[in-house]
DNA sequence: GTCGAGTGTTCGTTATATTCGAACATCTCC
DNA sequence: GGAGATGTTCGAATATAACGAACACTCGAC
């Protein structure tokens, strides 16, 4: 493993939304490198518009990044479809929207729709990174990965307990996993914040691969009497995205209650 | 320069709209470099998640590039009031709407708003870098840095001519800055594309820096006999999202002064 | 105004980590 | 089945990033 790319990168993530500043010294401080290092490697990454300089010889994100992220949603065939059935199933129900695909065993967030009046969700944003195995869209992705990566990289990386539902007992999850893919969507059951539910369902590209889920999320006490009402809706939405990528997924899993083999 | 890091880039610029998918092989044939090295380096950029692997061993971008784009997205003052606004500007001008910010001596679009029935626009989109000086975003943000610097930027990097009446000489240029700074707007007069004019705008931060431009672009047929409309528009625009971000510009630069012709 | 502690940058040498070609394991398509 | 792709592994040679010290500079306190 590249030593440069792995400094690069440990740079780059200490850029938060607490923290959007750094100074070459604190940089050097937090990672316990030389200054001089961080210097030449901060400069170089400025040169290249990773970084930005501010006029006080500091430095931020650089809109590189941006630009390099807008090819990569760009070039995401399923984007466009999808925002446009989420705006209309925010429409329709009044509850927030989640899109995110599968970054190893983690979901990452591209989208999060909001009523006006919306249910405040700390720890979800469009940009965020959450442990899969614990939210609804997590577990439909993972559920459509192979068991044995998923299980070598949940051993690896631990298996967080966000609440008192999260599922941390490998076994189990994989037999919710299992669950997931025969009926075509995923419950999160209180897993990741206590008091909110969530129905996911898969969305599929034109090679019929799960490239990534939708989900609706509820307070629970809103969410359990119309439980069914829910499942139906964010079927129906990871149908319409999956069949606008080209191919019409008639036998869409989970909707005729067909099975998709593995 | 950090011969990694340059490489890095290097790979990661090769992806685009046109190519979003590489192998190693082909990136070290377009690269002229040994597979053996490419394929380590890419190998050790799809750990750090600046890419991924699809199912064939092949690469796409990673989704580590939207995490850190969208937290320099979400730590860039201005972003949701320039939105609103511009919102408003399409609502009511019917015309596109741009916000860019100045990258080296280029600007990168930011946002780019239409009105339903758009006139194309080629070359801009979210995440697009054009050269600065041909532009009325670009002129607008070159206007306020250190002439010392932009030209020797522009010496460097050269002065493209993307119409004919792109403006390619220093010293024309240096004296349309100077016009710029003064009335505290910038006219592109079918500099960018034939056919298209633009007015554009700066937009101030908390401790009067310019930060950003937003532009409405216009056929010129339509532009010219409603020049002042559009300019009072755009000022008015660039004003209230300014003074979004924390500070009364009462004596907004252009705003109260006379819209003189060019 | 002056000092001192902070900042970011530059430099030269050393040792380390990247590089590269060849060999390897797969895969795809005639 | 084989020819030509692909991506990956390996070890030795070398170029390259790391490091500490010295530098120039800014800022705030006194």
Avoid at 113 to 121: D, M, T
Wanted: net charge negative; charged share 30%.
């Amino acid at each position: 493993m590249s030593r440069t790319i792995n400094k690069v990168m440990r740079v780059l993530d200490l850029f938060s939304l607490e923290r959007p500043e750094w100074g070459v010294s604190e940089v050097a401080r937090d990672l316990k490198l030389p200054k001089s290092t961080i210097s030449e490697l901060m400069s170089d990454l400025a040169d290249q518009r990773l970084l930005s300089r501010t006029v006080k010889g500091r430095y931020r994100l650089g809109w590189k990044l941006f630009e390099l992220s807008q090819t990569l949603l760009d070039t995401t065939g399923f984007r466009v479809e999808a925002r446009r059935v989420m705006e209309e199933l925010v429409r329709t129900w009044g509850e927030t929207v989640h899109l995110a695909v599968l970054d190893g065993v983690q979901a990452v967030y591209l989208e999060k729709l909001q009523p006006i009046p919306a249910v405040k969700i700390r720890i979800t944003r469009a940009g965020a990174r959450l442990p899969a195995h614990s939210s609804g869209v997590g577990k439909v992705l993972l559920a459509h990965c192979e068991w044995e990566y998923v299980a070598e990289r949940l051993e690896d990386q631990g298996i967080p307990e966000l609440t008192e539902n999260t599922i941390t007992d490998l076994d189990v999850l994989a037999e919710e996993l299992e669950r997931v893919r025969e009926r075509g969507y995923a419950y999160d059951n209180e897993e990741t914040t206590i008091g909110l539910c969530c129905v996911a369902a898969p969305i599929y590209d034109s090679i019929r691969t799960v490239v990534a889920a939708v989900s609706l999320s509820i307070p629970a006490y809103r969410f359990c009497p119309r439980k069914e009402e829910y499942t139906a809706a964010i079927l129906d939405a990871a149908r319409r995205i999956s069949e606008d990528a080209g191919v019409k997924l008639k036998e869409y899993p989970g909707y005729e209650t067909e099975v998709q083999g593995t």
